[in-house]
């Protein structure tokens, strides 16, 4: 035992999830669609990056080996003779949605095995006695939105009547979730999350699994721009989760980025934030150079999905998976004896795909550190399996879920 490190490239897929036509993604592929693109010259947007996808330590650590096994073809581009030095797999999700909150409790050990509840595709989307007693609790002069919407599209649309008549943008997805959109200087940043807050208490009865606080900033549509001050006001997992065992045992959590509220805090020892991937990595790794014995940081990288998936933004993702790639060394080395890290995904969100939702996919299952041998893990059934997997690593009470590696 030593420390444990769990990496989510939010949104990565690897496509072929066994029940995808259930969801309407069938032939969806995350990972697999934008090498596909690159490889074609199709992600050669806005200057960022050009040719093939260059991802050598993510295909050393057996990405694009656990891509194939799961989607049935190697994706093009990517060398397929490189022999992996973790212990590769992929995983398929039992819970029974594909939204954030399902994906990280599972991988952290508990299946979401019952449905959220979800807002109808008709415009408005919201029950109106909920958003009349929202106003009324909350002393606003009405909402705007009311609809399923894209967020960065709904802000450019609505942002400026907002600043302009105090109404806070609502809007949901295919997702269990009520987001709010305002402008953190007209409307308030802590007026946004009071909010919510009371937008979650009345949501209770829908079982909606997240509120959303989107905080903007900006003076008109071409430069409305949201903020790091995000905050995921999320339903508590309803039972415990590898968080909670590993700080009954007395070992730290430390989240780094949106973690400890998709887990609603419980059993985060501490959290840290920042405002991107690079960022977020440099907090990643000052907690490799710092955190105790039997620790486990739990590390969410969400630009891959709310700048990129949800945008459709095939050249922005490959850009972003070559610069997770090229630091990937920086966390490996500052690993220690014992420590064991799992890369994976939470869904997918195939920036090729029509609409701007989640995919439904399965993901990877990258088990690497200095004493891990390599291996293939081939299919597992759950997410939970990383989970099990961690538990037993760390010398901690066994979870319900999952079978550990």
């Not at 049935?72 to 581009?77: M, R």
């Not at 606003?140 to 109404?167: F, M, N, V, W, Y």
């Not at 390599?374 to 399996?385: M, Y």
Request: one cysteine or more; proline letters at 6%; hydrophobic letters at 40%.
């Amino acid at each position: 035992m030593s420390r444990a490190f769990i990496l989510v490239l939010d949104s990565l897929g690897l496509g072929g999830a066994v029940d995808a036509e259930k969801f309407g993604d069938t032939g969806a592929d995350t990972f697999g669609h934008i090498a596909e693109a690159c490889a074609l010259g199709r992600a050669n947007k806005d200057g960022l990056r050009a040719g093939p996808l260059v991802i050598p330590n993510l295909t050393r650590l057996g990405l694009a080996h656990a891509a194939a096994a799961s989607s049935g073809k190697f994706a093009p581009g990517l060398d397929a003779t490189v022999v992996p030095t973790s212990a590769w797999g992929f995983a398929g999700e039992k819970s029974f949605g594909k939204d954030t909150p399902s994906g990280h409790w599972e991988i952290a050990g508990l299946p979401v095995e019952y449905d959220w509840g979800y807002f109808p595709k008709t415009e408005p989307c919201f029950p109106p006695d909920l958003i009349s007693a929202l106003v009324s609790a909350c002393d606003l002069p009405g909402i705007l939105g009311d609809c399923h919407a894209s967020g960065t599209t709904i802000i450019e649309q609505l942002g400026a009547e907002h600043i302009r008549t105090g109404k806070p943008i609502c809007y949901t997805s295919a997702d269990s979730v009520f987001q709010i959109a305002a402008h953190e200087e007209h409307f308030g940043l802590e007026r946004l999350l009071d909010v919510c807050a009371e937008a979650q208490r009345l949501l209770e009865p829908w079982s909606i699994g997240r509120v959303i606080a989107r905080p903007f900033v900006g003076d008109k549509p071409d430069n409305f721009k949201r903020t790091a001050n995000r905050r995921d006001l999320t339903t508590p997992p309803h039972d415990n989760t590898l968080l909670d065992h590993v700080a009954n045992a007395g070992g730290e959590v430390v989240s780094v980025g949106k973690v400890s509220d998709i887990f609603a805090g419980r059993s985060v020892s501490r959290t840290v934030k920042a405002g991107d991937t690079n960022g977020l990595f440099d907090l990643m790794l000052t907690e490799a150079d710092t955190a105790p014995e039997g620790a486990l940081v739990f590390v969410n990288f969400v630009d891959f999905d709310s700048l990129f998936g949800h945008r459709r933004n095939v050249s922005g993702y490959a850009a972003e998976l070559e610069k997770i790639d090229k630091r990937l060394p920086e966390f490996e080395a500052r690993m220690k004896a014992g420590d064991m890290a799992i890369m994976t995904a939470d869904h997918g969100c195939d920036p090729t795909w029509p609409g701007s939702d989640h995919t439904r996919e399965n993901v990877s299952f990258l088990m690497f550190g200095p004493d891990v041998k390599p291996r293939e893990l081939g299919r597992r059934e759950s997410f939970a399996d990383m989970g099990q997997t961690i538990a037993q690593h760390l010398e901690i009470e066994p979870l319900k879920h999952g079978e550990a590696c």
